[in-house]
């Protein structure tokens, strides 16, 4: 129980352009998703907080016109990078709360590369 | 305010040896602590978890933490390396009752040798 996964698994973009990343949570519902931002040797950088129905919660310097968040039901949350930027290249990671276990699941990842 | 500190950012061992890996936080309350891995280019895996229960939390492949609350530390261990067991090791810390934010330390490549 508890998979969490993520699509694509590897996206490559032109520099420009608007990239989705979806997460879902498989076989339970998840109110709270986060997205995180791994660059590499680091650790995760928590960029928002998703909360199903509701506007994402955004740490501070994480631009929420670029990178929008929609929470639109109880298993799918979404990330887009508009107006993608080579900088923008990362490792992006998802996470659904579970609530029964009050533990957050994690994707496999999602790496982008913007030419 | 919460955080978390890896003290080792790497750690070799060799096949069939044991393993500590290092993870001392800071909250302000009673904290929840997490050991997730993570193997290259893959998402995190929960290998154990701490909740105010047992001090002495058994987790996933081996695995197991102590909460030493004066000592402010939550260290990983394994009494048996195997060669599988090369990753990332993140210790995370999260705060009291609804506050599901959640802070990551920093990592510890763990590398073993045959």
């Known amino acids: 129980g508890a998979v969490v996964s993520q699509h694509p698994s590897r996206v490559i973009c032109k520099s420009g352009t608007s990239v989705k990343i979806e997460c879902r949570s498989l076989?339970?519902?998840?109110?709270?998703m986060f997205w995180y931002r791994q660059f590499p040797k680091q650790s995760l950088m928590l960029m928002a907080t998703?909360?199903?129905?509701?506007?994402?919660?955004?740490e501070q310097g994480v631009e929420k016109d670029k990178f929008l968040i929609n929470h639109a039901s109880l298993t799918l949350s979404t990330l887009t990078v508009t107006s993608a930027h080579p900088e923008d290249s990362s490792f992006y990671i998802c996470?659904?709360?579970?609530?029964?276990?009050?533990?957050?699941?994690f994707g496999p990842g999602t790496r982008l590369t913007v030419l | 305010a919460q955080s978390v500190t890896q003290l080792d950012s790497h750690v070799s061992v060799s096949e069939g040896t044991p393993v500590l890996l290092r993870c001392n936080y800071s909250?302000?309350?009673?904290?929840?602590l997490f050991w997730y891995v993570q193997h290259p280019n893959k998402g995190l895996q929960l290998l154990l978890k701490?909740?105010?229960?047992?001090?002495l939390v058994k987790g996933i492949n081996g695995f197991e933490a102590e909460f030493k609350k004066s000592e402010t530390s939550f260290h990983l261990t394994k009494p048996s390396a195997h060669m599988s067991d090369a990753a990332e090791y993140f210790c995370?810390?999260?705060?009291?009752?609804?506050?599901?934010?959640?802070?990551f330390g920093t990592g510890t490549k763990l590398q073993v040798i045959p």
């Open positions: 996470s659904a709360l579970q609530g029964l276990s009050d533990t957050q699941y």
């Open positions: 076989d339970f519902q998840a109110t709270t």
């Open positions: 998703s909360n199903e129905g509701s506007k994402a919660t955004y």
């Open positions: 909250s302000s309350y009673s904290p929840s």
């Open positions: 701490y909740t105010s229960a047992a001090t």
């Open positions: 995370v810390v999260r705060g009291p009752g609804g506050y599901q934010k959640v802070t």
